[in-house]
């Protein structure tokens, strides 16, 4: 199994950046593709991109494109989720997520819940003045 950890949420004002970070272990990190979602309150969870075993390919939903970053350091186990100018609608608990199947050229499996393996705990980011 795979043991997923997330980290750096915290409070900030609107325009600022935050960066997530997410430690696996338990398994071969370079085993799986590794994602970001988030959940809003009374909303479903959303995928907002993710990272190949390599990193060689990233994919991002449409709403988050050229604010958040994703990369992975496959030496230290970790994916980060860089997040530039906040808005208040990003406020969100976020989790990472791993899958070690392929198909991520697949917009239905990349964005997909089920699609993934194992997911950490949340880590709630809230964008507030």
């Known amino acids: 199994q795979v043991q997923l950890r997330e980290s750096g949420g915290g409070l900030v004002q609107p325009g600022n950046s935050l960066r997530l970070s997410c430690t696996a272990s338990?398994?071969?990190?370079?085993?799986?593709?590794m994602a970001w979602f988030r959940q809003a309150p009374g909303k479903e969870r959303e995928w907002i991109g993710v990272?190949?075993?390599?990193?060689?390919?990233?994919f991002y939903t449409g709403s988050v494109k050229g604010r958040f970053f994703i990369s992975r350091d496959n030496a230290r186990n970790t994916v980060y989720l860089q997040m530039n100018d906040l808005k208040f609608e990003d406020t969100a608990v976020y989790y990472c997520?791993?899958?070690?199947?392929?198909?991520?050229?697949?917009?239905?499996?990349?964005?997909?819940?089920?699609?993934?393996?194992?997911w950490g705990q949340g880590t709630q980011v809230t964008v507030s003045s």
């Open positions: 990272i190949s075993k390599t990193g060689g390919s990233i």
């Open positions: 338990g398994e071969t990190f370079t085993d799986y593709n």
């Open positions: 997520a791993a899958r070690s199947a392929g198909g991520l050229t697949s917009l239905r499996i990349r964005s997909s819940i089920n699609a993934y393996d194992y």
